[in-house]
Nanobody, 123 residues
Framework: QVQVVESGGGLVQAGGSLRLSCAAS????????MGWFRQAPGKEREFVAA????????YYSDSVKGRFTIFRDNAKNTVYLHMNSLKPEDTAIYYC????????????????WGQGTQVTVSS
């Protein structure tokens, strides 16, 4: 099993940057792929980015490609989401999750979720 806790959310102006962190517990962190999802009020949970075990493979949604970067530090049991050029439509609760399915975009493939961190982008 793995437990994950997100941090780093906050309020930022449009065009700004923010880095989210997701700290995981357990000795098997490097065995899991990790993903970031987000959910805005009244909308379904949306895939943002995924990274596979060693960090060599990543995948992004079209809406964030070129602006967001996912990376991980297995020595620190942490995965990050660096967000640049933020837009008001990026406002959402951002969730980190762990999976054994390579680079999955489906929430149902992720068995372990954090509680989320709020990101608000003002115009």
């Amino acid at each position: 099993q793995v437990q994950v806790v997100e941090s780093g959310g906050g309020l930022v102006q449009a065009g700004g940057s923010l880095r989210l962190s997701c700290a995981a517990s357990g000795r098997t962190f490097s065995s899991y792929g990790m993903g970031w999802f987000r959910q805005a009020p009244g909308k379904e949970r949306e895939f943002v980015a995924a990274i596979w075990r060693s960090g060599g493979s990543t995948y992004y949604s079209d809406s964030v490609k070129g602006r967001f970067t996912i990376f991980r530090d297995n020595a620190k049991n942490t995965v990050y989401l660096h967000m640049n050029s933020l837009k008001p439509e990026d406002t959402a609760i951002y969730y980190c999750a762990a999976t054994l399915v390579p680079l999955s975009t489906l929430p149902r493939d992720y068995g372990y979720w954090g509680q989320g961190t709020q990101v608000t982008v003002s115009s």
